[in-house]
């Protein structure tokens, strides 16, 4: 079932655009003083171009949708959710316990989004990169078509920089 690939070329503009959407969203959310609910839209910013940025040949693997998305996802909902619950709880007063020398709040936004969110990204780059990201081949045709690319140009600069002839002083 995970295996399925899905084509994300004809929604290419509509990910950017969601991605920008989603930008303003958190920022007018934050500006008009709901800072709990702008920090959950920040969670799904990263969506847009991750999808955009892990498509090879314009497909992106559903495997990459569940692991390293799916789980950045619920850790960022976590962290921002723990950060809710204990500046709620800790409200005007000090806590009686730190988390790795942080505040509750802070340490649950630290070690779930932060560190665990990020974390579970770059592990997967490394788990499915020859498989998702760079399969066998692909850097093979990358530069054939770069060698291919400055072929025309080299063409093109030598066929419109044929000597010309001086032009004369004509008094």
Same mark, same amino acid.
């Given at each position: 079932?995970?295996?399925?690939?899905?084509?994300?070329?004809?929604?290419?503009?509509?990910?950017?655009?969601? @991605?920008?959407?989603?930008? !303003? /969203?958190?920022?007018?959310? $934050?500006? #008009?003083? +709901?800072?709990? %609910? *702008?920090?959950?839209?920040?969670?799904?910013?990263?969506?847009?171009?991750?999808?955009?940025?892990?498509?090879?040949?314009?497909?992106?693997?559903?495997?990459?949708?569940?692991?390293?998305? @799916?789980?950045?996802?619920? !850790? /960022?909902?976590?962290?921002? $959710?723990? #950060?809710? +619950?204990?500046? %709620? *709880?800790?409200?005007?007063?000090?806590?009686?316990?730190?988390?790795?020398?942080?505040?509750?709040?802070?340490?649950?936004?630290?070690?779930?989004?932060?560190?665990?969110?990020?974390?579970?990204?770059?592990?997967?780059?490394?788990?499915?990169?020859?498989?998702?990201?760079?399969?066998?081949?692909?850097?093979?045709?990358?530069?054939?078509?770069?060698?291919?690319?400055?072929?025309?140009?080299?063409?093109?600069?030598?066929?419109?920089?044929?000597?010309?002839?001086?032009?004369?002083?004509?008094?």
């Amino acid at each position: 079932m995970l295996d399925r690939k899905i084509d994300v070329e004809p929604y290419v503009t509509h990910l950017m655009v969601a @991605g920008a959407a989603l930008w !303003l /969203g958190s920022l007018l959310l $934050g500006v #008009a003083g +709901y800072w709990f %609910e *702008a920090l959950l839209v920040t969670v799904f910013v990263f969506h847009p171009y991750f999808v955009v940025g892990a498509a090879h040949d314009h497909e992106i693997s559903l495997k990459l949708l569940v692991y390293p998305l @799916g789980v950045f996802t619920v !850790l /960022g909902l976590a962290g921002f $959710g723990g #950060a809710q +619950y204990y500046s %709620e *709880a800790f409200m005007g007063q000090t806590p009686e316990f730190l988390i790795t020398g942080m505040h509750p709040s802070f340490a649950a936004v630290f070690w779930l989004y932060w560190i665990g969110g990020f974390m579970s990204v770059n592990l997967a780059y490394g788990l499915y990169y020859r498989e998702h990201f760079l399969p066998d081949g692909a850097w093979d045709e990358f530069l054939a078509e770069l060698e291919e690319i400055e072929a025309e140009e080299t063409a093109a600069s030598e066929s419109t920089s044929e000597p010309v002839a001086e032009a004369t002083e004509v008094n």
